[in-house]
């Protein structure tokens, strides 16, 4: 199998669908013949990628079987290329946003509606991270047959690292003592629930715990998905939470992996916002294949990150009581944390290694060719 994998979004600029296509742009060649076009150089050069990257698979796709976009967003380059190949084989990616932009308000959104998701409906294979993806894109009047649910996945040697409490202690800047730290990864984006956790659940959580967020901050908003960074630092200082919330951003990795490893607890508190949502939740199962018990909205792709009492537990969203509910048992026995800890990591290590995954992407693709 010869695949061309096309992505606009890619390291070195950090997220989750830059991390989840340089993963496949990694792991793909281990099951097929691969050949990467990517854009490394961030939203600012896509002006310039976009026409390039038509006009380069163009002379190359005659020696592919497969071409395979990133994302959604690349949807108009399929389109025209199986215009060009029409007995070539065309899938893309589908993460969550790049088909609820559609819905999202604004000129910029309502031109997306009306070129990405018509052009969607003409490939031949459209890879969805979730369940829930899947769904809003037949929602959205693309055939249910042209769609097929691949989770994202996580490499072990990624997340590996030695660290200790008192790597924690200094990166924080503060005595831990007694602490149980509770952990939230995830960009500053209101449907990532970090405000919403900040105010409604940390005053009900016991003294001795501690939030924090780590995550980016949205330079540049698009509609419906505005930095809320200011808010969270607001919420803070109008509870007088700043000795229990610990606000960080623009983390390198090794810090990232530094905190998955030392913190007790995981949370991911997401809330529902229209017009966007989570596809999958990739912080969730980083998480808990680093032995961290993991407590998580039941909310949209990350159900299908966590499964209940395997490698995490769900919490119906935006219910604060709830939330402390199952919160407390772990913050009050280590025993639990640990035991739920490694139950995760083994069960991460099972379902969600970036080799299996892979694999069934280019096994997918094959059962297309033939």
Known sequence: MRILFISRAFPPVTGGIENQNAALAEWLPKHATVRTLANHGGKTALP?????????????????????????????????????????????????????????????SRLYAGINIPCLKHLDLLITVSRETKEVAVGMGIAEDKCVVISNGVDPATLDGNYSRSDLATLLGRDLGNTIVILRVGRYVKHKGNEWFIRNVMPLLPSNTLLVTAGAIVKKSTPGDTDIYPACVSAVTELGLGERVTLLTNLPWDHIKLLYHTADIVVSPNIEVPGTMEGFGINVIEAALCARPVVTSNLQGLKDAILEGENGLLVTPGERTAWVEALTPLITDIDKRRMLGERAAHYTKEHFHWDQISERYVSALSRLRS
């Open 48 to 108: 310039w990628f976009l026409p390039w990257v038509l006009v380069r698979s163009l002379f190359l796709m005659r020696n592919y079987d497969a071409v395979l976009l990133g994302d959604g967003v690349l949807a108009p380059i399929g389109f025209f290329l199986k215009l060009c190949y029409p007995k070539k084989m065309v899938a893309s990616v589908l993460h969550g946003l790049d088909i609820t932009f559609a819905t999202k308000p604004g000129l910029l």
